[in-house]
């Protein structure tokens, strides 16, 4: 058996130890996605889309992330715009949107750039960052985040961001790439909706959208913050589809890691996200929790409680009576293409497992006329696959690199983009 040096001392508190070993793995049966809960198949796509994905909904709402309040109208405040930006290539946008369409509730600051050599509207990328707006670039006019960081990272002191946080996370946010691919890119703090930790809620979006605030009693099925980053991610779509550069039906949500845990409940729940993708999301997020191989659901759920719906964690080390598994987390994308990537380095986010919820989603892919991922064996190292849905194994660590970002700009071109989908060996949508 492998185990991670950070890992080891959290597997001897678990009745599971943490096993990264393939030979560990126990036989499971996976949730049938095409057996609605009345045990008769789903034989359509609109039988899928009627009555199947509601089903499959409510069981990610009531069991795993928690329920998403119905959402309020945000206020959206432009507090800085250039429109030759990064030595004129984009145009940038510096927008703070009030969540609750209140200027004394909770806030995002979203950073906005949209190329300026694309004609008319130009399709987009919305990702949450881990750092604040100002880590992503080098853009001196980039404004510092202003909620709370935990300490810890070099730059970030008395729980703030400094200029010493400058450009810090370049190598995760390629927007030279980006914008000269002919995509905006749109990123916020994700610690501007809710701090990262157990007690975060009390001053973030979920007390603020609770009537009794700070005092809240969460109930088993309430949500988590995985579920109101993703509420976030909506409101920066509400906000992006009013901009007459960035074409709204065109957006694709991104995430690395945690955030890329959010990034597919984001897309699920929102289908007007025209693709989704999965950065090494891991358990979760993209790998099946079944396969109990790296992170374990009873390790996730004892580290980050807050991230999932109260009631999550009784299946800790129970994950066969999980009514749900996550390849049902790819499937709720279908029809939209949807991008799952992992790193052969990060065996904690479990790659083969991540590469399974493709395979296991492909049924429902196929009721709409589509190709999946088009294989079930896992591909080699740096070999990307697949057709709606796609899938990479990056040579590398846990990260988001400029190798990934190339492979999803590739992606959405294909499948968002007129001129490449008409020409591309892969159009299918
Ligand atoms: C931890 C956690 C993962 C998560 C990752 C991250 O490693 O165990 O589930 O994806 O942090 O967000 O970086």
Not at 237 to 252: A, E, F, N
Not at 395 to 422: N, Q, S
């Amino acid at each position: 058996m492998l185990l991670c040096a950070t890992c080891l001392g959290a597997s001897l508190l678990l009745a599971r130890p943490i096993s990264e070993d393939e030979a560990n793995v126990p036989a499971y049966a996976l949730p049938p996605v095409l057996v609605a809960s009345d045990g008769s198949p789903v034989r359509s796509a609109e039988d899928w889309v009627q009555r199947r994905r509601p089903e499959v909904m409510e069981l990610f709402r009531s069991v795993v992330y928690g329920r998403t309040p119905a959402p309020a109208p945000i206020l959206a405040e432009v507090v800085e715009q250039d429109s030759q930006a990064l030595g004129g290539r984009a145009t940038r946008r510096q927008v703070t949107i009030y969540l609750l369409g209140r200027r004394d509730g909770p806030f995002v600051d979203l950073l906005v750039y949209s190329p300026n050599h694309v004609q008319g509207k130009a399709p987009a990328f919305l990702g949450l960052n881990f750092d604040g707006n100002q880590a992503t670039t080098a853009d001196p006019a980039v404004r510092l985040a202003r909620t709370w960081h935990a300490n810890g990272k070099p730059g970030f002191v008395n729980n703030r961001a400094t200029e010493a946080t400058r450009g810090t996370g370049l190598d995760r946010w390629p927007i030279d790439m980006i914008l000269a691919r002919g995509f905006a890119v749109a990123t916020a703090y994700y610690g501007d909706i809710e701090p990262d930790h157990a007690e975060g809620w009390k001053t973030g979006l979920r007390a603020a959208m609770s009537p009794q605030g700070a005092q809240t009693a969460w109930k088993q099925d309430d949500w988590g913050a995985i579920g109101a980053w993703s509420y976030g991610l909506s409101r920066c779509l509400d906000y992006l589809q009013t901009l007459p550069d960035i074409d709204g039906s065109k957006v694709s949500v991104i995430g690395h890691s945690r955030l890329g845990k959010t990034s597919l409940w984001a897309g699920a729940q929102d289908e007007r996200f025209a693709m989704v993708v999965s950065n090494d999301s891991g358990e979760g997020g993209a790998a099946l929790t079944r396969r109990c191989f790296g992170e374990s659901l009873a390790r996730i759920t004892t580290a980050f409680p807050h991230w999932f719906a109260p009631g999550y964690a009784r299946f800790a080390d129970r994950e066969h009576d999980l009514p749900v598994d996550f390849h049902e987390l790819i499937a709720l994308c279908a029809p939209r293409p949807c991008y799952i990537a992992s790193a052969t380095e990060d065996k904690w986010a479990d790659p083969k497992g991540e590469f399974l919820s493709g395979v296991g989603a492909g049924p429902v892919y196929s009721l709409f006329g589509l190709s999946g991922l088009g294989t079930e064996t896992w591909p080699a190292p740096a070999t990307p696959v697949g057709e709606s849905i796609g899938y990479h194994l990056r040579i590398g660590k846990h990260d988001i690199t400029e190798y990934d970002w190339d492979k999803y700009l590739a992606f959405a071109e294909r499948h968002l983009v007129a001129g490449h989908r008409a020409q591309g060996p892969s159009s299918i949508r």
